[in-house]
T-cell receptor, first 111, second 115 residues
Framework: GDSVTQMEGPVTLSEEACLTINCTYTATGYPSLFWYVQYPGEGLQLLLKATKADDKGSNKGFEATYRKETTSFHLEKGSVQVSDSAVYFCALRTSGSRLTFGEGTQLTVNP | GAGVSQSPRYKVAKRGRDVALRCDSISGHVTLYWYRQTLGQGSEVLTYSQSDAQRDKSGRPSGRFSAERPERSVSTLKIQRTEQGDSAVYLC?????????????FGQGTRLTVV
């Protein structure tokens, strides 16, 4: 079955540091890949997505590239801000099936 | 409202009691999910439906969790004979269709505490 494995947290960084949160997946078929973010006290919201191999999703300075050869979708940001503190979830979905999430990675950015 | 809303936001239940959690999804969305989110275990899908057909049921144990969809944009998650291990945040999400690349929209969740 489909599964997503995320880098374990929590991750604590100083403001302006570089961020990478690893995500790898296994899936039957050709999944679309997503990163969702959950800010404190709020629901999950889509951060970015990629629907086919070599696509790059980007939003709010975050990027992730769909790598079919390594079955990965690592989330990166060059310079994090305190406001980026949240829980980040990698997810995949194939057509006609449910959204499958990783376990989430808690990110804390200190000023 | 334009988004997915869930009620109540917080629920405390005595162990062994049944609870019902409500989700109002976005009008026109076909696919609806219920997830359970626990600290350190991520989000576990409980149910997934397209239109009014139950496509998938999972969860531990599956017999205690069920979802009804009396209207296309309303779903009720029912948990029978609650256990302390059911304490979690329950998230509802909907999407326009079942296509792989379609975004799912989430409600803020219901935090259930079983005492």
């Amino acid at each position: 079955g489909d599964s997503v494995t995320q880098m374990e947290g929590p991750v604590t960084l100083s403001e302006e540091a570089c961020l990478t949160i690893n995500c790898t997946y296994t899936a039957t078929g050709y999944p679309s890949l997503f990163w969702y973010v959950q800010y404190p006290g709020e629901g999950l919201q889509l951060l970015l997505k990629a629907t086919k191999a070599d696509d790059k999703g980007s939003n709010k300075g975050f990027e992730a590239t769909y790598r079919k050869e390594t079955t990965s979708f690592h989330l990166e940001k060059g310079s994090v801000q305190v406001s980026d503190s949240a829980v980040y979830f990698c997810a995949l979905r194939t057509s006609g099936s449910r959204l499958t999430f990783g376990e989430g990675t808690q990110l804390t950015v200190n000023p | 409202g334009a988004g997915v809303s869930q009620s109540p936001r917080y629920k405390v239940a005595k162990r062994g009691r049944d609870v019902a959690l409500r989700c109002d999804s976005i009008s026109g969305h076909v696919t609806l999910y219920w997830y359970r989110q626990t600290l350190g275990q991520g989000s576990e899908v409980l149910t997934y439906s397209q239109s009014d057909a139950q496509r998938d049921k999972s969860g531990r144990p599956s017999g205690r969790f069920s979802a009804e969809r009396p209207e296309r944009s309303v779903s009720t998650l029912k948990i029978q004979r609650t256990e302390q291990g059911d304490s979690a945040v329950y998230l509802c999400a909907s999407s326009l269709d079942g296509a792989g690349g379609t975004e799912a929209f989430f409600g803020q969740g219901t935090r259930l505490t079983v005492v």
